[in-house]
């Protein structure tokens, strides 16, 4: 076959047969194909991670450009190292101590946004069949960036309390058993995506050991952990262990996704390798971005707008959990304290990406649990997000979501008394509270 | 082995043989390290690539962000789409008509700089042991791209005239009788980065039908053909191959380099693996900077600041070329009719490598030769970088660089009459003009 079109293949791309054996594995996650959908203005989208920006007072922006460009505006247009510009690392160093952790700015490599960082630590650690050990629902572009790069994702269950300890032993067994090698452990132990739960501490020292003992690194994957509602969360695992964690952070909810700042905190020599790929990858992180957000970590008050997040957000999850109460009382549902997402299992046989159409019809949209599941899993899952539409179109949301999800078990209750499935009983999920995943 | 500290081996990363293959490498480049040095301010560096950001008016950074914020500041601070923001992508199209580029806008993906778009298609494209063609020398921080993905990079000779499509045929055939896979010809076909030198008209059309008969993807790099000081380049490879040529542009010289904005031209399929392959590295390139040069573009005079840039970057190109003549009329360089480089070679038994600290003792830096090839080539060639020092301290740094040149020709011409190599005549670069390259 030559690219000029002699192909005889079905195929129309004319370098269908020369990309690396890697882009097999990179394909549209669903959520990408939701944000076309998410973005019309008559539909309530309870489907993207969107934070809401419009809580940030756009003066605080102003102040920070002002005052960067008066001191360090030439710095602020060239290009900087691939490390991160120190000052910025000392900051980062503040903000990761609310979580108990201490380190030394020389760890700290700035990316753009946390997403890098996971790109760039799968890019150090995998080969080709190398398994990564990741929740079980699991963050979805995360997991595209591992099947980018052709690891073999496998699940560790989780319950209302995070990873469960004993599935990680038996899962890194099985997986020993049969030869298998397992490069890290990636997991979202505060508020996590898509379920909305926490690590307990008591399993974040269990976990930590037994990825200790099996040589299998943790990427601690933090981009929630100061945005909870009652009390914090645990410490951080990399609060204890700073030699067996990759820590990722963010100003993406915190501050604002647009500015593509985020880090990782990685023992000394994972950290050099970190430094030459991120060069290589992007030569330097933004330093106008970088600038930015030190300046404004100088002189705004931080710490009190993460509380107004806080506020914005913990009204919102009010909002939608009571309005699942209230409209969708026989499903059951995960109580986030924090973070941006509630994790809702629908009865055993619905098909939550099957639905989604009817949902997008009905101007409601959600994330289909398949998306969060390297193995099929999640079917009968929906992710709703309550982080970027006011409580009103929340509660509007989940009202519309109850018509589709109404009509539907009504279908299906019409269905199973006419044919030989009525004699299956429909199974629901447990009422909330408590929480039940996966 | 395990991570705590019980390896038996002598080195001290406990995650040693937990890396990817790949990861072998990746290593610091010599650019990487002169960084440092360059960055004290007594020394003359000519030898990194920053643009001379000065050289533009702040107020119209100020400008531009003011209109953004007024009008676009939620979208600004807000994840985008991985393909970039449309209005961006529309304007990059009047930046590529000026080289003669029509496309449409949807072939377009803007990433973290252009080194981005390059780390992308790699990816995208390269198995270990693929071979990558580059141009001998070639830019050093592709190279580094190249070897992170286990390529096999393969020179390809250039004269004045840029690559030589005979010698292009030639290394085509011994790769192939081989067995090997060549999967694109990196080039930087408009005032070279490190050579200084232009592909002619001519030859872009013949390297473009030799790449097409043996399904080679051209990968065009063009950070520097808008800036040209006397007439503009020849148009762009890809304004006459719209499949066979994925082209990467950047804002990093014409404007600045801190937001890291760039883009990737593509033909459409590889465009569709490029966005995914963008959404999984960064999720969207960032809004706030994609905006900020959006309102610049809209707003400003962007092509008077080009004709700014081009009378500073001649000027100071003028200042070097005089003082090579006057201070080091025995060696022999390139006349770079654009961009930011001038390629000086050495009289044939010296190391540029091994010279550098008594440059830098001399307080002058420059890169050697042996970083732009990856097979150790470059030993007797320097890389001389015109675009941030003013042509006075551009004056001094040759100056000095005289002197150390000088003294180690009389070092080596007192070897010579000492030693039994006293019977090879010292090879002395042909005087210049005209340009000599490897």
């Known amino acids: 076959m030559t690219h000029d079109g002699t192909n005889e293949g079905t195929n129309f ?16 996650s669903e959520v990408r194909a939701l944000f076309a ?4 203005p008559e539909v309530v989208s309870l489907a993207g991670g969107m934070p809401f920006v419009a809580g940030l007072p756009s003066e605080l922006i102003a102040g920070a450009f002002e005052r960067m460009m008066a001191t360090q505006g030439l710095q602020a247009l060239q290009y900087s190292s691939g490390q991160g510009i120190p000052a910025l690392r000392e900051q980062i160093l503040e903000v990761m101590a609310l979580e108990g952790i201490r380190a030394s700015v020389d760890d700290v490599v700035v990316t753009t946004g946390s997403q890098h960082a996971l790109e760039l630590v799968t890019k150090l650690f995998i080969n080709p069949g190398d398994v990564v050990l990741a929740e079980g629902p699991s963050y979805v572009t995360a997991m595209v960036v591992f099947n980018s790069f052709q690891a073999d994702i496998t699940h560790v269950p989780m319950d209302e309390h995070g990873l469960i300890p004993e599935a990680l032993r038996s899962t890194i067994s099985r997986l020993k058993a049969v030869g298998k090698t397992i490069k890290f452990l990636y997991t979202i132990p505060s508020f996590s995506n898509p379920a909305g739960v926490t690590l307990t501490w008591e399993r974040r020292l269990e976990i930590l050991e037994i990825c200790r003992a099996n040589d299998i690194l943790v990427l601690e994957d933090n981009p929630y952990g100061l945005l909870y509602f009652d009390s914090p969360p645990p410490q951080a695992m990399r609060s204890v262990d700073e030699d067996g964690v990759v820590y990722l952070g963010t100003f993406s909810k915190t501050l604002a996704p647009g500015f593509r700042v985020g880090w990782a905190l990685a023992p000394h020599a994972i950290r050099e390798k970190l430094i030459l790929a991120n060069e290589a990858a992007v030569l330097s992180p933004s330093s106008f971005g970088q600038l930015m957000i030190s300046e404004y970590l100088a002189t705004a008050d931080w710490k009190g707008q993460i509380n107004t997040f806080r506020d914005i957000y913990r009204d919102r999850r009010d909002a939608m959990l009571a309005a699942l109460a209230e409209y969708l009382p026989q499903l059951s549902w995960t109580v986030p304290t924090g973070g941006f997402y509630v994790w809702v299992t629908l009865p055993d046989h619905m098909d939550s990406k099957a639905m989604l159409p009817r949902a997008v019809k009905e101007l409601v949209a959600y994330t289909p649990g398949t998306a969060f599941y390297a193995d099929g899993s999640g079917r009968n899952n929906i992710r709703l997000s309550f982080c970027y539409p006011t409580p009103e179109f929340i509660r509007e949301g989940i009202r519309r979501l109850s018509v589709v999800i109404n009509g539907e078990l009504d279908l299906l209750s019409t269905f199973s008394q006419t044919s030989p499935l009525a004699t299956i ?11 039940n995943i996966g």
Chains 1, 2 share one sequence.
Not at 425 to 435: E, M, R, V
Request: proline share 13%.
């Open 13 to 28: 791309d004319p370098w269908y047969d020369r990309y690396a054996d890697r882009t097999a594995g990179l394909s549209a």
């Open 37 to 40: 959908v998410a973005s019309r």
């Open 425 to 435: 009983p429909l199974k629901l999920g447990i009422a909330s509270p408590p929480s």
